[in-house]
């Protein structure tokens, strides 16, 4: 954006030098614009190298990882000072293996003993806060999204009016309420359909499924190969279409194994797409029943000390905390990006969309709280009260703190799409300094860099970082891979972290001009997300530069680079 995301590394380094003292330590500008030209990895990894792929480095392994071992290589011999990372998100899994060292614990406050010891408003917090939940140990774990409240509200004001008894000031919010019904009927009839078409497609699975057993049990074998089965003479009609049936799909180079995979991905795609429909129920109430005026900003100290929700609505925040800061000691489980780190637990993100009032007081109260660095691995397309979430992210700004923001797995261009939350209110420009918005990419060096399903925007998506099967920790001492912007955020809030660690001078405005411009630039042309599609599988071919503002991957061992370069300056 203008403020901001225009500045070359010059005019970056320029502003943070002055006022910069008149000793210093003499030290040589990294030279960080090098284009590389190693070849995308041809060979598949090893297990043990896809579950921390991320951190490889792209020169040595081939692979779009961080550079992160020889990041700690380069801080070998450095001190750093611990710095806390909020985690808003679904919850966290406290009592996780890899998860139970690095946690932030409130100083000044006495555990479970009912009592407001550091007269924060927020009672017992020892890990964080929960802002799903209300003084009786209720919590939320699924809420609507954010249209359908607003369809709620825009039925209940207009659903019995004529147009011609709309009074003038009402009727440009009336139009947007007619163009959002109207969106909101014809998603869940979409939706309503897919789950049609998965359960139809499920049912001649299982058919197939009949069909290899019926072939495998005439051939006395489990292991079918074309040459068997065309050799095959059923003694029946029904023999004779089950062999043809197992032999077309052998002939296409697919076997009963793919088919099985396929059934897994189908089955897992309808219950997505089953959670997903609940967030548009008109009379869903859960959050709107634990007792604050969701609509007053005012009324503050709700929720309750329960960090972890449940198991099942915690695995994105446990995950995303992981990626972060697992345990980097301990031999069990996942690598974090971070040392030196504590997190801080602000549960605010139920299954669909959060609240603005949520998400604005879960920024302040990890601001309160000493967080350096928040991540917001979340994100939706309305925002009612955006100026809340707006006024809670200048606060941060105030307060000198870093908020690393998914960009969001739609696969659209947040410069024309609107996303929050933001640090624009007219998608063009900044109205503070202190946010990073990342989109995901994935291990591939090649056209298949950025993640298909990443959002991106030249103005509005600040860099890129992995977030394609990223493996990290899961409640229950569980470990899993996942994708999203929500696991590139906080592969970069780990990097940010190591910077606000070992450079503590550093404030949060330099921090994300650093690993802005240090990261790897990309100088060839990838996929655009979300231009795949049955008719076009090849999808469309841009350079990556047009992705985000700065063109470039994000890349630890650089970014330290560059900030020992300017912290040393200062």
């Known amino acids: 954006m203008k403020s901001i995301k225009t500045l070359v590394f010059s005019a970056v380094a320029a502003l943070i030098f002055t006022g910069c003292k008149s000793t210093q330590v003499v030290v040589s500008q990294p030279a960080l614009d090098e284009i590389l030209t190693t070849p995308a990895k041809k060979t598949e990894l090893s297990k043990a190298d896809f579950k921390v792929w991320s951190h490889l480095d792209i020169t040595k392994d081939s692979i779009a990882g961080m550079s992160l071992d020889k990041a700690y290589q380069f801080l070998e011999g450095k001190k750093a000072n611990p710095v806390i990372v909020a985690i808003a998100d679904s919850g966290v899994d406290v009592n996780h293996e890899d998860l139970k060292d690095v946690l932030w614990m409130n100083p000044n406050e006495i555990a479970n003993n009912n009592k407001d010891d550091d007269n924060n408003g927020y009672v017992d917090d020892v ?13 939320v774990t699924t809420d609507q999204l954010e249209i359908t409240r607003i369809v709620k509200r825009g039925r209940a004001k207009f659903a019995d009016k004529k147009v011609s008894e709309i009074v003038e ?17 014809a998603t869940i009839v979409e939706k309503e359909s897919e789950i049609q078409q998965m359960a139809a497609t499920l049912v001649n699975l299982k058919r197939v499924q009949e069909n290899f057993a019926a072939v495998k049990k005439l051939a006395k074998t489990d292991s079918l190969t074309l040459e068997v089965v065309q050799n095959l003479n059923p003694p029946s009609l029904t023999g004779v279409m089950q062999k043809q049936n197992v032999e077309n799909i052998l002939k296409q180079g697919m076997s009963e194994a793919t088919l099985l995979e396929y059934k897994g991905q189908v089955e897992n795609y309808t219950k997505d797409i089953k959670k997903a429909i609940k967030g548009y129920d008109l009379d869903m109430n859960y959050r709107q029943s634990l007792g604050d005026n969701l609509y007053d900003i005012t009324d503050k100290f709700y929720g309750n000390n329960n960090v972890l929700g449940t198991a099942d609505a915690a695995l994105h925040g446990t995950h995303v905390s992981g990626i972060v800061a697992a345990n980097r000691m301990n031999n069990i489980g996942a690598i974090g990006v971070a040392n030196n780190v504590k997190i801080m637990a602000v549960r605010i993100v139920p299954e669909a969309d959060e609240h603005d009032k949520d998400v604005a007081l879960g920024i302040r109260y990890a601001v309160d709280n000493g967080a350096k660095i928040i991540n917001t691995s979340f994100g939706k397309r309305f ?10 992210i200048k606060y941060a700004a105030e307060n000198d703190v870093l908020i690393v923001n998914a960009a969001g797995n739609d696969g659209k261009n947040i410069d024309v799409r609107e996303s929050y939350p933001t640090d624009s209110k007219d998608m063009l420009t ?19 860099l950025p993640a298909s399903f990443s959002n991106y925007g030249k103005i509005n998506v600040d860099v890129f970082a992995p977030g394609v099967d990223i493996y990290a920790s899961t409640p229950n001492n569980e470990y899993e891979a ?5 696991m590139a955020a906080p592969s970069t809030a ?27 630039k990309i100088n060839f042309k990838v996929i655009q997300p979300g231009s795949q599609s049955q008719t076009n599988q090849k999808g469309k071919l841009v350079p990556f530069s047009d992705l985000s503002v700065s063109g470039k991957i994000v890349n630890a061992y650089n970014a330290l680079k560059l900030a020992e370069y300017l912290s040393n300056k200062k």
């Open 127 to 139: 890990f964080g806060w929960n802002f799903l939940g209300n003084a009786k140990g209720e919590i």
């Open 482 to 486: 996942l994708s999203g912007t929500s």
């Open 383 to 392: 925002s009612p009260n955006k100026d809340w979430v707006y006024d809670a």
């Open 494 to 520: 780990g990097v940010a972290a190591l910077i606000r660690a070992y450079y503590p001078n550093l404030s949060a405005k330099e921090v994300k001009s650093i690993l802005m411009n240090s990261g790897v």
């Open 430 to 448: 900044e109205f503070t300094d202190n946010v990073i918005t990342i989109g995901a990419s994935s291990l591939h060096y090649d056209e298949k």
């Open 169 to 185: 000031e009402d009727k440009l919010e009336y139009q947007k309420f007619l163009k959002l019904d109207e969106e909101f009927k």
